[in-house]
Structures are given as structure tokens and as C-alpha cells.
């Protein structure tokens, strides 16, 4: 893996940290210099190159890179990772690929609607009833959560961390109450991988995806997902093509003839250099150690609960057990607008406002002095 990396030694891979006070990872990750070379590099040679740049090897090696990478990410075999385009494709090619006939599936009534349309969809078609939790003040209870976990339910779907309130779900023992009545849990970890140790033997999950531009630091248009062997070899893939095939290179188009792996979900290609630039940010979070990250960012996230839990009128949505993702209300204030006051300032802060709520979201790139800085202008705004 090559030399460890200091969280503080990163810094200077980006540079928008000397102008912006960027706290908005949830929304888009900033993408370190040493990943943006490698994927300019790739587009330009294959776009002057063609073949010359991608010949049938090195476009075989792309995927299989990713796979290796994803499955330290992952903690897991990478015959059991698949890529993909995004977090949105994914999870509408497993859900089809279920071929689920009817009963009940779970989740939630504050995901990100790629998580839930998907299943919403199916339901319009199959005599598959989709039942939603409904959140107390964008907060899910666990207990209710797997009290409506029973004989009749197929699937159960839900992020690692919530996109809103950061609530981060103890998947060990949701899955463990879910495996009991032989419900699949399918989950979407794009809000938790990069900086959440993953490991998938632990976990137990079915379906585990997540997506390139956030906390793993990697443009946009990849994916990747860990699938369990078990529901693998039972699946047959709703989207097929090309890269399908046990044989890719044969062009067989008489023969539909599957990977044996979770490939199988693969079927295109596709933008390679983003690839190619997930791979790179993949190992560089690891040379940096995924544990580092965590505990550096939650120490963020602590010290900036307890800076806005002083403050009179700011009411803290994040729950006690939330990724690095902190959201707040200020009584009698518009968030917008002090949102656009934050980016007016010499050094703008850059957050996120959802549902008229601001979502704070460190990540590496970050310092306490950038918590502290926040915190001291949004005291003089309010
Ligand atoms: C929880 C969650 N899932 C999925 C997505 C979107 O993923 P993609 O753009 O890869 O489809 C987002 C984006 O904000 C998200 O927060």
C-alpha cells in the first residue's frame, strides 16, 4: 500500500481548503490532486489514443482494479463486487433483478428518493407492498424499525447513514433480526463509506453500494456494490450486455452466457477514467487508513455539536450515533438565507441546506479550526 499518510499531511491536495471553509462532503466530496491527475491523464491518452490507450487488457484491468480496491473497502472477496454508473443504477438493477413476487418490503419515510423509487416502482408492477417507517422529527426508531420486521417481509432497505439527519443504523443487529425471518437487507452506504471501516463478513448485509463523489473523494459516474454469494448465485441480472459474459471478448450473440461473479451485474462500458479515479482515491483514503478518517471526523463532529449545542435557539437534529454529518435549525432564522450569508463571507463557508435545515459534513480535508471558524460567524449572524 505504500507509506502511511498523516490526516494532516493530505491538506495540500486540495487546494480549495486556502480560499473555502468547504464543509458540504455529503452533498460532493473535493477530489485530491493525486486522483484528479490520474483521471485527466487516462481521459486525455484515451481520447488522443484511442485503442492506443485502452487496449483489451488495460479495459479488463479498469474493472478488475476497482473490484480489488472495493473489496479492501468493502472487507470482503472481490468476486463479490460489482461495478457500476452510480448509487441510482445499482439499486434499480438489484431491486429488478430480485424478481420479487409479493409481501412486504421496509424502509424508510426519510431516504433519498433513489433508495426508496426504485421499490415504489417495482410495487406498481408485482404485489409488493412497501412499507415506509415514519420518522419522529427526521429521526427513525431502531425498535420500530425491526418490529415491522416479520414473515411476510422480502427485503428491507435503508442507508448506512442517513443523507438528512446523519443517523447512523447498527446494521449487526438490524441484519441479525432480518436474516431471522429470511429477509434480505440491501443497504446504501454512500453516506458512510470512506470513512466508516467496512467489513462485510461482520455486517452480514445482502447488498452493501456506494458511490464515487462523496466521502470516498472520486469524480462523479461510478459505483460499486458488495453482494452476498449466497443471493448472487440465486439472481439473474435485469440489465444485461456485453460485458455480461463469462467470455466478454468471444462476442457471442447467440450465447447468453454469465459471469460467474457478482460481474455478472456489469454490462457496459463506461466512463473508465472515473474508474480509474476511484481506484486511485480508494487507495489513497487506505494509505491514510479508513479508522484514522473515522476518528478524525467524528472528533469534528463533536467538537461542533458541542459548539452549537451552547448556543440559545439552535436545535441539533443529529442523533447521538450520526456519521459525519451534523444538521441543525436555528428558531426564528431561514437557513437559505444564512446559508448565503456563510458564503459572503472572506473565507466563505460552504455547507448544505436540506429540507430548510443546515447540514454541516467534514471530512479529511477539514481542521477544528475550520469548525471553529464556523461556528464563531454563524454566533455573529444569529
Ligand atoms: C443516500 C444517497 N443515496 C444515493 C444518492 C445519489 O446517488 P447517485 O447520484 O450515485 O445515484 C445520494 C446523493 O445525495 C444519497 O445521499
Given at each position: 500500500m505504500g507509506i502511511r499518510m498523516k490526516v494532516e499531511e493530505v491538506?495540500?491536495?486540495?487546494?480549495?481548503i486556502n480560499q473555502v471553509n468547504y464543509l458540504s462532503t455529503a452533498s460532493i466530496g473535493l477530489v485530491p490532486n493525486p486522483v484528479i491527475e490520474r483521471t485527466k491523464d487516462f481521459f486525455i491518452d484515451m481520447a488522443r489514443g484511442g485503442t492506443l490507450a485502452l487496449d483489451e487488457e488495460t479495459e479488463v484491468r479498469v474493472y478488475d482494479d476497482l473490484r480489488n480496491e472495493g473489496s479492501k473497502l468493502f472487507g470482503c472477496?472481490?468476486?463479490d463486487v460489482a461495478v457500476f454508473n452510480s448509487v441510482s443504477e445499482a439499486l434499480n438493477s438489484i431491486a429488478w433483478s430480485l424478481?420479487?413476487?409479493k409481501g412486504k418490503i421496509i424502509s424508510t419515510?426519510?431516504?433519498?428518493?433513489s433508495v426508496t423509487y426504485p421499490w415504489l416502482r417495482l410495487a406498481e408492477k408485482e404485489n409488493i407492498h412497501v412499507k415506509l417507517i415514519t420518522a419522529d422529527n427526521w429521526l427513525i426508531s431502531d425498535d420500530e424499525l425491526l418490529e415491522?420486521?416479520?414473515?411476510?417481509?422480502?427485503v428491507l432497505f435503508l442507508s448506512h447513514?442517513?443523507?438528512?439527519?446523519g443517523q447512523q443504523f447498527d446494521l449487526k443487529k438490524i441484519t441479525k433480526q432480518a436474516h431471522e425471518y429470511g429477509v434480505l437487507v440491501v443497504i446504501d452506504g454512500i453516506q458512510a463509506a470512506g470513512y466508516i471501516p467496512l467489513n462485510m463478513k461482520e455486517l452480514n448485509v445482502d447488498v452493501y453500494i456506494t458511490g464515487s463523489y462523496?466521502?470516498?473523494?472520486a469524480p462523479f459516474g461510478t459505483a460499486i456494490a458488495y453482494l452476498s454469494k449466497n443471493l448472487c448465485n440465486t439472481m439473474t441480472p435485469a440489465f444485461v450486455g456485453w460485458?455480461?459474459?463469462?467470455?466478454?471478448?468471444?462476442?457471442?450473440?447467440?450465447e447468453l452466457k454469465y459471469a460467474?461473479?457478482?460481474?455478472?451485474f456489469e454490462y457496459s462500458t463506461s466512463a473508465y477514467g472515473v474508474k480509474i479515479g476511484l481506484t486511485e482515491s480508494i487507495n489513497y483514503l487506505q494509505k491514510i487508513g479508513i479508522k484514522n478518517i473515522q476518528t478524525h471526523n467524528l472528533n469534528l463532529i463533536d467538537i461542533l455539536k458541542q459548539e452549537l449545542a451552547s448556543i440559545e435557539r439552535i436545535e441539533i437534529?443529529?442523533?447521538?450515533?450520526?456519521?459525519?454529518i451534523v444538521t441543525f435549525t436555528i428558531e426564528g432564522k431561514e437557513s437559505k438565507k444564512i446559508g448565503k450569508k456563510l458564503c459572503s463571507l472572506r473565507r466563505p463557508v460552504e455547507l448544505t441546506i436540506r429540507q430548510n435545515m443546515l447540514r454541516v459534513s467534514p471530512h479529511i480535508y477539514n481542521t477544528d479550526e475550520d469548525i471553529l471558524e464556523f461556528v464563531t460567524s454563524l454566533k455573529q449572524m444569529i
Open positions: 491538506l495540500s491536495d486540495f487546494p480549495t472477496n472481490p468476486e424478481e420479487l413476487k419515510n426519510i431516504e433519498f428518493p415491522e420486521i416479520d414473515e411476510s417481509t422480502n447513514v442517513e443523507f438528512i439527519s462523496k466521502w470516498l473523494l460485458r455480461t459474459s463469462e467470455n466478454m471478448w468471444d462476442f457471442n450473440p447467440m460467474t461473479t457478482a460481474r455478472k437534529i443529529s442523533p447521538e450515533k450520526c456519521g459525519s
